[in-house]
């Protein structure tokens, strides 16, 4: 690894606690850019200009790299060169006065509440059941993300009070309540399962344990969500962002407003939030569209 790409991946996990998926796609990114660049001739990265980047993200984009993909790896190298400018190791960001492309936004994929309802009545009474029951809960009543469920502790939880504590991409904690049915099913799992499943290994104090009594792993998640998407019928629609998209939406829909939402799903920024007031608009017009005799 390039020593200042090293330095910078050392910026981005132990100061900017970023989630480490994301680390890795930043770090990545970084090196599709240095490898374009010695390429060219330039093996020292950090002298690097704007035509240099510019002439990158035109090749991306002619590689067929969607907005979504260009927006990222822009970021990247932004936060990159951004660095070593802070630093005082170079005196330009070359990414300053490139524009971020343009994204076509996506529609939302969520279920609705009588779908949500269903995916929860398909685990069975088992160990594995109960504790899955405990999971798809929790995903659903506290809108995590599939690595703060597969990283969240007992300790996190104050089931008395009723509340969850997540530390999200950056670092950040915030506090989500917990509802009833969630709540009955953590303490049945807590209880009654978790011991089982841990006999007599070491306790790390992970919530979520497999069947050899170790952390839940974040694919070990999407094998469960997949498992139980099946049997409800909606296989080829459902995954953790869908519960964690369904848990805004039908909290929208309720009449909850952005700024709660925004603080319950640790966004850092309100815009990424606002995606799903898209879907209350889509559902107002349709009923105007419906109802309205001159519609």
């Given at each position: ?7 910078y ?13 994301t ?7 970084v090196?599709?850019?240095?490898t374009?660049l010695a390429?060219?001739?330039n093996?020292?990265p ?11 993200m035109?090749?991306?984009?002619n ?13 990247a190298v ?7 400018v ?13 524009k ?30 109960r504790?899955?029951?405990?999971l798809?809960?929790l ?14 502790n007992?300790?996190d ?5 009723g ?5 999200g991409?950056?670092g ?6 917990l ?9 049945t799992y807590l ?8 006999r ?18 974040r694919?070990g ?5 997949k ?11 459902l995954s ?11 909290m ?17 920024d ?6 799903y ?9 349709e009923v105007?569209?419906?109802t309205?005799?001159?519609?």
């Open positions: 690894m390039d020593e200042t790409l090293r330095e991946a050392e910026y981005l996990e132990k100061e900017k606690k970023m989630a480490e998926n680390r890795l796609a930043y770090q990545s990114d090196t599709e850019l240095q374009f390429q060219r001739g093996d020292q950090l002298t690097a200009g704007n035509a240099d980047v510019v002439a990158w035109l090749k991306l984009k590689d067929g790299k969607s907005g979504a993909t260009l927006n990222r790896k822009l970021a932004r936060g990159y060169f951004g660095y070593f802070r630093k005082g190791t170079i005196r330009e960001n070359p990414t300053d006065h490139i971020s492309p343009k994204v076509k936004r996506k529609q939302i994929e969520y279920l609705t509440v009588e779908e949500m309802e269903t995916l929860l009545a398909q685990p069975d009474d088992s160990l594995k059941g504790r899955d029951q405990a798809l809960e995903l659903y009543a506290a809108g995590l993300r599939v690595t703060e469920a597969a990283g969240a007992v300790s939880l104050n089931l008395r009070i509340f969850i504590t997540c530390t991409e950056h950040k904690a915030r506090i989500v309540p509802g009833r049915p969630s709540r009955e099913a953590i303490e209880y009654d399962v978790r011991p089982q499943l841990l007599e290994k070491e306790d790390d104090g992970a919530l979520f344990l497999n069947a050899n009594g170790a952390r839940l792993t694919q998640v999407w094998k469960i969500l498992e139980y998407a099946q049997k409800a019928g909606l296989e080829h629609r953790p962002q869908t519960l964690r998209n369904s848990f805004a939406v039908h929208v829909q309720n009449g909850a407003d952005l700024k709660s939402i925004q603080e319950l799903m640790g966004h850092e309100l815009t990424a939030t606002q995606i007031l898209s879907v209350t608009k889509n559902r107002i017009k105007y569209d419906r309205h005799p001159r519609a």
